[in-house]
């Protein structure tokens, strides 16, 4: 996949359909209305709610009856904000993370609520040999799963689902984000064969649910952008598992603070100007 330098930070499809239409499409031109965003853990989701004080659906009629799925919503200036959180495993009482929570919350969230922007938000591993260190925030300029193994020609490329995201040089100018390519898969640990797929896909950060989230999107046709906070350094020298709880709530202040720059930066704007 090219570069978003080699593109010269503009989206490969939206270069396609300007040459198609002589134009941006229209949408690309009205002020962004509604965006939802999807966070997997609660501990993240939180402090967003608090900022903007957005509100937990009550009534239960957004979702399908009996999902654990919530629903915070309200409005900063212009903008109608839907932060979408999987909630707890009913069995386990755990947070729902990982692809199939991500992919069924996006879909629905997308058919029921029409946003213009998703933005899945978040925290990540990330590689000190990439650059990556404890703190920092990333906006993903490609996306891919890397335990998705299909040894057959094309169902390959399929398991690996490469997708670019959204691209927005102003947003990320603005936020002073770091960009990075990030890769997905469903075990916070890495396996060898993990780990030979995330190099192949030169990945800097590494979640449980982005890749799902841009599935979805893509499919529905809604653009999507990742910014994830990095939690632990997976080629490091300490356990993954220890160093993401050491630093998940400090490292979600920095993911709280990126995600609020940018909603303040997206409020009054078009797609096309980010």
Known sequence: MPSPEETNGEHPSAAIEADATGGADEATRQPISTVVI???????????????????????????????WVRYHGKYKDLNINLVWPGKDLLLGVDSVGTVSASLVTYASIQALKPDLVINAGTAGGFKAKGASIG??????????????????????????????????????????????LSTGDSLDMSPY?????????????????????????????????????????????????????????????????????????????????
């Open 38 to 68: 999807i966070i997997a853990m609660q501990t993240e989701a939180l402090p967003l709610v608090s900022k903007f004080q957005l509100s937990e659906d009550t009534d239960g009629i957004l979702f399908p009856k009996g999902v654990p």
């Open 136 to 181: 920092d925030v990333y906006m993903a300029s490609d996306v891919a799963f890397h335990d998705r193994r299909i040894p057959i020609p094309v169902f390959d490329q399929y398991g690996i689902g490469a997708r670019r995201s959204f691209c927005t040089p102003n947003l990320l100018k603005e936020v002073d984000l770091k960009l990075g390519r």
């Open 194 to 274: 993990d780990e030979g797929a995330i190099l192949a896909n030169d990945a800097v950060i590494k979640d449980m649910e982005g890749a799902a989230v841009a599935y979805v999107a893509d499919l529905l046709s809604v653009p999507a952008i990742f910014i994830k906070a990095v939690t632990d350094i997976i080629d490091g020298e300490k356990p993954t598992a220890e160093e993401f709880l050491q630093n998940l709530v400090a490292v979600t202040a920095n993911l709280d603070q990126a995600v609020t720059q940018a909603i303040y930066f997206i409020n009054g704007r078009c797609l096309s100007d980010l």
